[in-house]
């Protein structure tokens, strides 16, 4: 039954006006973005429930194509090592238990990006026509992403057991179990990234079009499938390019410590991971605020 | 906003662009306007773009029914979007008080491989219910939407009655304060039409607030308290409901053309000359008579008068008969004479009709006479629809 005529007359009462949340002040709209995001938890849950389910149930092949991508991308960059066409550098582990698990943390980053930068265009008619909130859509995208992640991880135990019968001796270390906690960051930032980027593209359509080459180049960039490259100092010029390019990508850094944590227990630069971990929250803390101020404009644009 | 009132639209705009790629980089300007804090300015127009809805004024006091009318483009489902949340003004102010819930894009957010029971949480999910709203309706829901065994079956293998329905009644159990509807109560077959006025007849009982966009002067006449006519943006308020409809109709009557087209006046060996129509414009009721004096070199006999009639806002044709059907023969002497034709008591009323009248010589051979006749049918007091059926109503008291 409909609400009682007692609390229809304590009802709250919304106000719509044109730069409404500009009249209210900012600290007034982070208690607004926090409420609407509790108030909408079983929302964002169901939709993730929604793409997941129809992922899965959509392609008999769900879950292999999830692990299909990763292993051609590894088992290129394999073949490409084994035959001296580029240089991986050195490391402890055994180079594919690296790469596999180097790109299941980047797809997290980059499928998510992908996901949460297309969400709102896809989400089209819904968007024009029901009132509810943008931000679970945007947030609910990150759902299939971490799933696929869920599975890469099985692939990534699996590489160990084969590698471990091969000789490979590993110890867990106290690392492991923080390494799904160092993945936040590297969330936030994607998370903050897809707000922006969803709103642009629910304007501009090319965005999402552009973002799939884009994380592709941004992966060869990004220390992914080979070490930080070590440069001594007198070589000059573009030698030293993709060194300090590696510096300065917090993506180096968010991506390789969960990496570091789980194969040796402890990350290599922790200053680095933690000057990347609060840039990736204040990116994100912008996105989100950004995010609200403008949805109210993505309606009359999708 | 004071107590009782339910929402209040106070001196309200809303702007569009009608070039789409304008619209992107405007789009652009307002959202890094917005993202950086500073105000969008938005209730100046740039070029491209005009107020679809302007300067509206509106007060609705809880539990009323609102008719929401007007032609196409009149700016009706723009104003239910800003009830809605999803559009914001440019100017003015819109307070509403409690939970909307919209019967708009019934099944909107279904995905198709998802069964009727996923879906049923999912779009409840996106239609603001919580959890324990759906529980508890769960069942009310799948009885609603009489979907039988095919409630864990995907979507995509229902039938579209059945999709509308299922999409109908998750909405129709979202027990909101106000209920937003845009022309929907026209889906699935008549018995499931009678269940949703049902429903909505509860939810008034309960006190639930309802704005109601429609074409169809029917539903509109028979549930709403009061209407509000939009027309090129601007809105009027009619408190009778009579009035707000037919002020509605005249809105197409305005058009009206009266020129009689003369298609054929004559043939071999036959002329019309002096064709006087009695009156273009036509009270309730009232009939139309034509009288055309026709020479002859030879007797013409048993010619066919066909009349059809259409309503000019309606392609379906609205009568069509000729002298046979009325059982008369028509037989044309040699030399001069005068046919006259009487059409009505018409009872089709506030609209604009056209009357064609055509004539054959026997067996179709020759047409000889087509005129097509504008005719203004001016429109009953207290009365909506296309016909006005005479009717007498007598009250006899019990013995």
Not at chain 2, 200 to 207: F, I, K, Y
Request: hydrophobic share 45%.
């Amino acid at each position: 039954m409909p609400p009682s005529d007692e609390s229809r007359q304590s009802a709250e009462v919304v106000v719509y006006r044109p730069d409404n949340s500009l009249r209210r002040g900012y600290f007034s709209l982070w208690g607004d973005i926090v409420r609407e995001l509790v108030r909408n938890r079983w929302l964002t849950v169901q939709l993730v429930k929604r793409d997941v389910g129809a992922f899965y149930k959509q392609s008999l092949l769900g879950i292999v194509w999830v692990v299909l991508i990763p292993l051609i991308t590894v088992g290129t960059f394999v073949l490409l090592r084994s035959s001296g066409v580029v240089a991986v550098g050195t490391m402890s582990a055994p180079y594919p238990i690296f790469a596999v698990l180097g790109v299941a943390v980047w797809q997290l980053f980059a499928q998510g990006l992908v996901a949460g930068a297309s969400s709102l265009a896809m989400g089209g008619d819904m968007l024009t026509r029901i009132n509810f909130s943008k931000k679970s859509l945007v947030i609910a995208a990150m759902g299939r992403t971490i799933v696929s992640f869920a599975v890469l991880v099985v692939l990534v135990a699996a590489c160990f057991v084969f590698y471990g019968f091969r000789g490979y001796d590993y110890t867990p270390t106290l690392g492991l179990a923080l390494a799904p906690l160092s993945l936040i960051p590297l969330l936030l930032l994607t998370l903050g990234l897809a707000f922006y980027l969803a709103l642009l593209n629910s304007i501009v359509r090319d965005i999402a079009t552009m973002l799939s080459v884009l994380v592709t180049f941004l992966m060869l960039l990004t220390p992914v499938l080979y070490e930080r490259p070590v440069v001594s100092n007198d070589a000059g010029g573009i030698a030293s390019a993709l060194s300090a390019i590696t510096e300065y990508n917090p993506l180096y850094y968010l991506v390789s410590a969960p990496r570091e944590l789980v194969l040796s227990g402890q990350v290599a630069d922790v200053g680095g991971y933690l000057i990347a971990s609060g840039f990736s929250l204040g990116v994100f803390l912008v996105a989100i605020f950004g995010f609200h101020l403008t949805e109210t404009r993505i309606a009359e644009r999708v | 906003m004071r107590d009782g009132r339910a929402i209040s639209i106070e001196r309200v705009s809303k702007k569009f662009c009608r070039s789409l790629r304008r619209s992107m980089i405007y789009g652009l300007g307002d959202v890094t306007r917005n993202a950086f804090g500073i105000r969008s300015r938005s209730e100046v127009l740039r070029p491209e773009e005009f107020w679809a809805v302007d300067d509206v004024s509106l007060e609705i006091e809880r539990g009323e029914t609102v008719g929401l009318i007007g032609p196409n483009g009149s700016g009706k489902t723009t104003l239910l979007r800003m009830l809605n949340g999803i559009f914001w003004p440019d100017r003015g102010e819109i307070q509403v008080r409690g939970r909307v819930g919209a019967l708009i894009a019934v099944g909107a957010g279904f995905h198709p491989l998802l069964t009727g029971r996923e879906n049923i949480y999912i779009n409840a999910a996106i239609l603001g219910m919580s959890r324990s709203d759906v529980d508890r309706n769960f069942d009310a829901i799948v009885e609603f939407a009489d979907i039988g065994d095919f409630l864990d079956t995907p979507v995509k293998h229902y039938s579209s009655g059945m999709y509308v329905r299922l999409g109908f009644a998750v909405a129709a159990y979202s027990e909101p304060d106000i209920m937003l509807v845009d022309e929907v109560l026209a889906v699935g077959d008549r018995g499931f039409q009678v269940k949703c006025f049902k429903r909505m007849g509860e939810l008034r009982e309960a006190g639930t607030t309802f704005v109601v966009v429609s074409h169809n002067m029917h539903t509109v006449a028979g549930f709403v308290d009061w209407v509000a006519l939009l027309h090129d943006g601007k809105l009027e308020r009619f408190d009778n409901v009579f009035d707000g409809v037919q002020s509605y109709s005249r809105l197409f009557l305005g058009d009206g053309d009266e020129t009689i087209e003369k298609l054929t006046s004559g043939g071999q060996g036959v002329e019309f000359r002096d064709v006087t129509v009695s009156s273009q414009k036509l009270k309730p009721g009232g009939s139309f008579s034509l009288s055309m004096s026709c020479e002859s070199r030879e007797a013409l006999e048993d010619v066919e008068v066909d009349i059809a009639i259409y309503d000019t806002r309606d392609p379906d044709l609205y009568h069509q008969a000729t002298n046979s059907a009325f059982g008369q023969r028509v037989d044309l002497p040699a030399g001069k004479s005068s046919l006259e034709v009487e059409i009505g008591p018409f009872q089709l009323h506030g609209s604009f009709a056209k009357v064609a009248v055509a004539i054959w010589t026997r067996g179709r051979k020759e047409s000889i006479f087509w005129w097509r006749i504008p005719l203004e049918l001016l429109e009953a007091p207290h009365a909506a629809g296309k016909n006005l059926v005479p009717t007498s109503f007598r009250v006899k008291a019990a013995e």
